[in-house]
């Protein structure tokens, strides 16, 4: 597949969370955005069950090794590792180390993980634990932050730096700019120190139903939600051009504009 991308972006990674089951679509958004990355889920996003289909294994390999896009993985969402309930607490453990050491296998960049709500000990407790159980593997362990509902952890820069110092290099951050309007912080004001230790971006604005604070999170395109296309280039600017970004969008044509105006803004 020829790929159309000129010289300014070829080393720009951004794309869009989309399926791994529809490869056909995928490279009709790659023909028609030059996507370089992209985000997926390896195994069921509602459930435990980490098995990987065999159709997917094969649909990641063509994924990296032919389409040449950089993957990530997010993981499924009944992760809670802040639980205080034992037993979710480990199995949401055990589901990580699998879904880390099976992306690594399959070349994967970074696998994303939310820390959950409930206690911070637990949090650290069960990131201890995935980082005992994934020693070598290559996949980047990402914690993202969230926008704060409820017991959330990781909804402040200041929790974010905490986790950071806690942790001295060995995870990074995924950073969700809806996530943070949801809760309060300018993403285009956060500190050099969180920025470098931010590895992916999810570059979500937010809808206009969640005002700046509310501790809400719901996704928008960036030409309907309250952040606009704007801000969402000071984000870009303040994070760096060379952070991986990722949407997390529905519908076709909606993807595609948020895809187009992060080319021509990388």
């Not at 996949?139 to 993202?144: N, Y």
């Not at 809760?183 to 206009?208: C, E, F, P, R, Y």
Request: charged fraction near 25%; hydrophobic fraction near 35%; aromatic fraction near 8%.
């Amino acid at each position: 597949m020829k790929n159309s991308l000129n010289s300014n972006n070829a080393k720009k990674l951004f794309g869009a969370h989309l399926s791994v089951s529809d490869i056909k679509n995928i490279q009709t958004i790659i023909e028609l955005c030059q996507i370089t990355a992209i985000q997926i889920f390896i195994s069921s996003p509602r459930s435990f069950n980490p098995a990987i289909s065999e159709t997917s294994k094969k649909n990641i390999d063509i994924i990296i090794n032919e389409l040449k896009l950089a993957a990530s993985v997010h993981m499924p969402y009944l992760v809670n590792f802040a639980s205080c309930d034992e037993e979710l607490r480990k199995k949401s453990v055990s589901q990580v180390i699998y879904g880390i050491k099976a992306s690594s296998d399959l070349g994967v960049k970074h696998y994303i993980a939310h820390p959950g709500s409930g206690v911070y000990d637990n949090l650290k407790r069960s990131i201890d634990e995935v980082l005992d159980g994934i020693d070598g593997a290559s996949a980047e362990f990402l914690i993202e932050n969230t926008e704060g509902s409820g017991k959330k952890l990781i909804s402040t820069e200041k929790e974010a730096l905490k986790l950071i110092g806690d942790y001295n290099g060995k995870i990074g951050i995924c950073w969700d700019t809806a996530h943070a309007y949801g809760a309060g912080v300018d993403t285009s004001k956060l500190s050099a120190k969180l920025i470098s230790h931010i590895k992916l971006v999810h570059l979500n604005d937010s809808s206009q139903a969640v005002e700046f604070g509310s501790k809400k999170d719901r996704h928008a395109g960036f030409f309907e939600g309250r952040i606009g296309p704007e801000k969402i280039t000071d984000f870009i600017n303040s994070l760096g051009h060379e952070k991986t970004y990722i949407i997390e969008r529905e519908g076709f044509e909606n993807t595609c504009r948020d895809l187009i105006f992060i080319k021509e803004t990388l």
